[in-house]
């Protein structure tokens, strides 16, 4: 497995788009993103530009306008970021992650969701 490179703020949210959409446009990204941030079109063709060089994108170039899709895992990302908490923030203690995402508003579907995980988990 190679090095995974932690993507900045603004490459997590086209990466959203693209985990969500699927393999996509710079002009369809950009759509999508333009709803909620006011980034302009050529600064989303650079973001992506940087990640297809950092690796973090795949690029298809056989037509016209280059398709893009995510290279790097959604579960792979979300996991990197959480270990990265866990070690700086909770002083390597899950529990301790847990237990403070859980005092905060918690849907009941969502407690469902948790508690069925640690059923699996419970399980193995």
Known sequence: MRTTIKPTGAELEVLQVLWKKGPST?????NSLKA???TGYTTVLKI???MHEKELLRRDASSRAHVYS???GEEDTQG???NEMVSKVFAGSTSQLVVRALSEKSSKQ?????RAVLNRLEGK
């Open 26 to 30: 710079v002009r369809e990204v950009h």
């Open 70 to 72: 995510a290279s790097v």
């Open 80 to 82: 990197q970021f959480v």
């Open 48 to 50: 992506m530009q940087i």
């Open 110 to 114: 969502e407690i469902e969701e948790i």
């Open 36 to 38: 909620t941030h006011s």
